[in-house]
């Protein structure tokens, strides 16, 4: 595809659909970005200018065409300390470094290790992050809780009759976008007594300034920073990568994940350079602005452009949207996010990738850490796995004349030379044992070091006892193995095998 193609492609497919999605979103993002500047320790202006920031320039570097990035909660977290302990100025610098460990990152082709991701874990991630969304609704929902009324629970119920019904009647403005408008207009006309985007936290006035971190550039900086900026591009780039993944399957589309690396990477440096914290791809905004019907960057672009917008001119009007309609919206994107069909997939898949997907929702659930809960259950994946390759191998004993056969068939790696030399025992304690031995392991396959050290050590107890032996049926890529980490018959020729070129 020409440059001019993707470009329109990206860009300019559906102009009309992307501006509107990118509205809704920019909306979604004002109460986030404040309570994720509240977690942090700072300034709401910090989380507002970092969204603005980091949704503008990610149109333009991302992989992810329509996935909105902006700051988050799982960056915020890990800054706590730092924020505390040294101030603001040191998160912007960090948040700096962070940038560059994830351009490195991409560099290094990092995103590969998606690969080893499993279905259930990326499962078991969406389920998760729909519970916690919910879960961050729940201040507003709480009776007892300052501006909580009767009023709010109309409006929440309101709100989610207007997006799911709305679609049945026409889709040509998205559904959140009418909720929010209808709401706030009847709650400012009827003086409705519910808690308001203002009173989440004060609002910025004017545009963010370029400067850059007024920190002593000296080792000992690095020193304090590091820890926090690798941690930080760590769980950032999980969380974009896991999230470009579900944007991927949501729209039936594929995405540039090493382009992504380095675009989240390029939008966390200008990020802080204009006074913003670091941030990620958000799954809660891009399930929104996919629902909405945004597609392209300029949907992401959109959201960041018209956020500037809102803050800088529109801030009082802003800040009289009820906290009840945006509680509607995300209550609608953590019903889509939420796997349904995982729970009658329960009993019908094997119970292995059922114990990995619900280890995974269990652990991010208690800890609020996606990266611990995506480690949990790749570790959990990888014990599942290597255990039924494990098990998926045999060697049967077969007598011919003077011969003893043993055929081996299946897997032989770290995690099964056990059971292979236990099956290849010493041919003594066999009943009809035999002088001449021969090991067939044309059905099976050598793949690392440990087995060969195991094959070392068979052949080595048979000739020690005195048997004759051969190995035969080496494929080429374990006899190279052999050949190259074997410390007995390093050749390959006195076990029945010719010198490789």
Same mark, same amino acid.
């Not at 609002?203 to 900086?221: Q, R």
């Not at 896991?242 to 675009?263: F, P, W, Y």
């Not at 529109?314 to 949207?321: A, C, E, K, Q």
């Given at each position: 595809?020409?440059?001019?193609?993707?470009?329109?492609?990206?860009?300019?497919?559906?102009?009309?659909?992307?501006?509107?999605?990118?509205?809704?979103?920019?909306?979604?993002?004002?109460?986030?970005?404040?309570?994720?500047?509240?977690?942090?320790?700072?300034?709401?202006?910090?989380?507002?200018?970092?969204?603005?920031?980091?949704?503008?320039?990610?149109?333009?570097?991302?992989?992810?065409?329509?996935?909105?990035?902006?700051?988050?909660?799982?960056?915020?977290?890990?800054?706590?300390?730092?924020?505390?302990?040294?101030?603001?100025?040191?998160?912007?610098?960090?948040?700096?470094?962070?940038?560059?460990?994830?351009?490195?990152?991409?560099?290094?082709?990092?995103?590969?290790?998606?690969?080893?991701?499993?279905?259930?874990?990326?499962?078991?991630?969406?389920?998760?992050?729909?519970?916690?969304?919910?879960?961050?609704?729940?201040?507003?929902?709480?009776?007892?809780?300052?501006?909580?009324?009767?009023?709010?629970?109309?409006?929440?119920?309101?709100?989610?009759?207007?997006?799911?019904?709305?679609?049945?009647?026409?889709?040509?403005?998205? /559904?959140?976008?009418? &909720?929010? =408008?209808? +709401?706030?207009? !009847?709650?400012?006309? #009827?003086?409705?007594? *519910?808690?308001? $985007?203002?009173?989440?936290?004060?609002?910025?006035?004017?545009?963010?300034?370029?400067?850059?971190?007024?920190?002593?550039?000296?080792?000992?900086?690095?020193?304090?920073?590091?820890?926090?900026?690798?941690?930080?591009?760590?769980?950032?780039?999980?969380?974009?990568?896991?999230?470009?993944?579900?944007?991927?399957?949501?729209?039936?589309?594929?995405?540039?994940?090493?382009?992504?690396?380095?675009?989240?990477?390029?939008?966390?440096?200008?990020?802080?350079?204009?006074?913003?914290?670091?941030?990620?791809?958000?799954?809660?905004?891009?399930?929104?602005?996919?629902?909405?019907?945004?597609?392209?960057?300029? /949907?992401?672009?959109? &959201?960041? =452009?018209? +956020?500037?917008? !809102?803050?800088?001119? #529109?801030?009082?009007? *802003?800040?009289? $949207?009820?906290?009840?309609?945006?509680?509607?919206?995300?209550?609608?994107?953590?019903?889509?996010?939420?796997?349904?069909?995982?729970?009658?997939?329960?009993?019908?898949?094997?119970?292995?990738?059922?114990?990995?997907?619900?280890?995974?929702?269990?652990?991010?659930?208690?800890?609020?850490?996606?990266?611990?809960?995506?480690?949990?259950?790749?570790?959990?994946?990888?014990?599942?796995?290597?255990?039924?390759?494990?098990?998926?191998?045999?060697?049967?004993?077969?007598?011919?004349?003077?011969?003893?056969?043993?055929?081996?068939?299946?897997?032989?790696?770290?995690?099964?030379?056990?059971?292979?030399?236990?099956?290849?025992?010493?041919?003594?304690?066999?009943?009809?044992?035999?002088?001449?031995?021969?090991?067939?392991?044309?059905?099976?396959?050598?793949?690392?070091?440990?087995?060969?050290?195991?094959?070392?050590?068979?052949?080595?107890?048979?000739?020690?006892?005195?048997?004759?032996?051969?190995?035969?049926?080496?494929?080429?890529?374990?006899?190279?193995?052999?050949?190259?980490?074997?410390?007995?018959?390093?050749?390959?020729?006195?076990?029945?095998?010719?010198?490789?070129?």
């Amino acid at each position: 595809m020409t440059t001019t193609a993707a470009l329109k492609r990206d860009w300019f497919a559906q102009p009309r659909a992307d501006i509107l999605a990118g509205i809704v979103v920019a909306l979604a993002l004002i109460p986030e970005a404040i309570g994720f500047s509240i977690i942090a320790g700072v300034d709401p202006r910090v989380g507002l200018y970092a969204s603005v920031a980091i949704a503008m320039v990610i149109a333009f570097t991302g992989g992810r065409p329509g996935m909105i990035s902006a700051a988050t909660a799982a960056v915020a977290v890990v800054v706590v300390p730092l924020v505390r302990d040294h101030g603001v100025e040191y998160l912007f610098a960090a948040t700096i470094l962070m940038g560059v460990f994830q351009a490195i990152a991409a560099v290094l082709r990092l995103d590969l290790l998606m690969q080893f991701v499993s279905r259930s874990v990326i499962t078991g991630f969406v389920n998760a992050l729909a519970i916690l969304i919910f879960m961050a609704q729940l201040p507003q929902l709480m009776p007892g809780n300052p501006g909580v009324t009767w009023e709010t629970y109309a409006m929440v119920v309101a709100g989610l009759a207007m997006i799911y019904l709305v679609p049945r009647l026409t889709t040509a403005i998205p /559904s959140p976008l009418i &909720a929010i =408008v209808v +709401l706030t207009g !009847l709650a400012i006309w #009827l003086a409705v007594p *519910v808690n308001t $985007v203002a009173d989440m936290g004060e609002l910025p006035e004017g545009l963010p300034y370029f400067a850059l971190p007024d920190v002593p550039l000296t080792w000992e900086t690095l020193r304090i920073i590091a820890p926090y900026s690798l941690t930080m591009a760590a769980v950032g780039l999980l969380e974009s990568l896991l999230t470009a993944q579900i944007v991927d399957d949501m729209t039936h589309t594929g995405s540039n994940k090493r382009r992504e690396c380095a675009g989240q990477g390029g939008a966390n440096i200008v990020a802080a350079l204009f006074g913003g914290m670091g941030g990620c791809a958000m799954i809660g905004q891009s399930v929104i602005n996919v629902t909405s019907g945004g597609r392209g960057r300029l /949907s992401t672009f959109t &959201a960041g =452009v018209f +956020l500037l917008i !809102l803050l800088a001119v #529109l801030g009082d009007i *802003v800040g009289r $949207v009820p906290m009840p309609a945006l509680v509607a919206i995300m209550i609608m994107v953590s019903i889509g996010t939420f796997s349904w069909n995982s729970i009658p997939n329960l009993t019908k898949h094997p119970w292995q990738s059922s114990v990995v997907m619900l280890t995974t929702v269990v652990v991010v659930v208690a800890t609020h850490n996606l990266a611990l809960g995506v480690l949990a259950g790749v570790v959990l994946s990888g014990v599942f796995f290597t255990h039924k390759v494990m098990t998926l191998f045999e060697v049967v004993r077969e007598r011919e004349g003077e011969t003893a056969i043993y055929r081996a068939k299946g897997q032989i790696f770290y995690a099964s030379v056990e059971r292979f030399e236990a099956a290849l025992g010493p041919e003594s304690t066999q009943p009809d044992p035999a002088d001449h031995v021969i090991i067939d392991v044309s059905k099976a396959h050598f793949w690392d070091i440990s087995a060969v050290g195991a094959l070392d050590k068979v052949v080595e107890r048979m000739r020690r006892n005195g048997r004759s032996l051969q190995v035969r049926g080496l494929n080429r890529a374990s006899s190279d193995l052999v050949d190259k980490f074997a410390l007995t018959d390093k050749t390959g020729v006195e076990i029945g095998l010719a010198p490789h070129p």
